[in-house]
């Protein structure tokens, strides 16, 4: 068992426990005891707060509190969405790991693509091509996530799937905010089409090359230009 210090009662009575998702916890008079953390209802409150801004733990009215199955989501999410706050071009930054995270995993997840994910990944191609040739234009920023997602459905890499919920967490908030051109959006799903053909066709070294290319295109243009 690991002896690091998580510097919080609560989260180390949590780790050294070894709850399982959907185990029902201590109730908060209880995790007060001697016999349990020996520690004030507010400092447990304090803490319980941080273990539920992680994703760690879920507190409902009828059924108390229990444990969730992890997810590296949550911290990231919450602390890309502060340097978001601060400044938005970090987006930028935080697209770059994402680009990397998917070349680095991209072989090794797409192998384990089904065929129910292929299916998947047509229907979102087709959904955004009807989007953006309706006389009523609408941008299929679900689909765009749903595609990429579904690459790495089956990666067991919690930190990985983390990182890349995040992003698309982010995405959806910046995207709505920021104008990307008609033709964009269209090359984005030609390229999608090109990767998922690639994929299909076993080509995983194609598939990534046309990835890497979609993640090029120019999205926005300076006001200057």
Known sequence: MSHIDLDSELLNYLAANQFAPGDRLPTIAELQSDQLLGVSTSKIREQLEVARALGLVEVRSKTGMRMKPYTFAPAVRLSLFFALAHDMSQFEHFSELRT????????????????EDKALMRNCIDVARAKLNDRWIS??????????????????????????????????????????D????????DYHEQILNHICAGNFDAAQAAFIEHTKLLRYQRQSE
């Open 100 to 115: 990397h995270v998917e070349i680095t995993f991209w072989h090794e997840a797409c192998a384990l693509l089904t065929s």
């Open 139 to 180: 941008i299929p920023n679900p689909e765009h996530r749903t595609f990429h997602m579904t690459i790495f459905t089956h990666l067991r890499n919690p930190f990985v799937q983390g990182i890349l919920e995040a992003y698309w967490d982010a995405y959806s908030a910046v995207e709505p905010s920021r104008y990307a």
């Open 182 to 189: 008609y033709d964009y959006h269209q090359k984005v799903w």
